[in-house]
């Protein structure tokens, strides 16, 4: 196999290496080539491996970001009492701007959904009482996974999040984005 070098350009910056194969052994021919598993669960492994072992040089924020960013329109972080209607309206519910004024279909997603309430449905995603009493002040990250399913994972600030958190915020979401359909079904505050 060939020596690896840093290609330069006109700004002398050496963004990604190149192969340079003008000092190949011949022996290297005969090496074997590891084949890699290029299912999103094993990318996403070998992403969250690498990003463990950069963790000296990544904040737990950092780590947060680069996670919300792979996992794309997968991820939404959204204001905390706002988002039953966002997700009502993103199952084809008819949701007027004020959604308990009486009209649009909020009762039919109640029902549909099994509850009679706001607090009862945020009670059937995981949110305790006690949180929903404070939701105004907090915002909700909410993760789909491969199988559909969702999660909402509670923090009080977007922009004031402590390292320790966001590392632990992150693990959980790779967690549940990675978990395996069974594993989830355990979970009842997925929806």
């Known amino acids: 196999m060939g020596d690896w070098r840093p290609a330069h350009d006109r700004t002398g910056l050496a963004p990604f290496p190149q192969a340079c194969f003008d000092n190949q052994d011949e022996d290297d021919a005969d090496e074997t080539v ?28 950092d780590l947060l970001n680069l996670t919300i960013a792979a996992l794309g329109d997968r991820v939404s972080v959204n204001d905390g009492p706002e988002y039953i209607y966002a997700y009502a309206r993103q199952q084809g519910y008819n949701i007027p701007p004020y959604p308990l004024a009486g009209c649009g279909e909020i009762k039919e997603f109640f029902a549909d959904n099994g509850v009679k309430n706001v607090p009862e449905w945020y009670g059937k995603i995981g949110i305790s009482r006690e949180t929903y009493r404070v939701l105004n002040e907090k915002n909700l990250i909410v993760v ?20 320790k958190d966001a590392l632990r915020l992150t693990t959980d979401i790779l967690h549940f984005a990675l978990a395996d359909e069974e594993e989830n079904k355990q979970d009842d505050t997925v929806f």
Do not use: C, H, M, Q
């Open 34 to 61: 590891e084949i890699l598993d290029y299912t999103a669960p094993a990318v996403f492994e070998r992403l969250v491996e690498l990003l463990i072992s950069k963790r000296d040089l990544l904040s737990g924020s």
């Open 144 to 163: 789909r996974n491969a199988g559909n399913k969702r999660k909402a994972f509670v923090i009080n600030s977007w922009s004031k999040i402590s390292d």
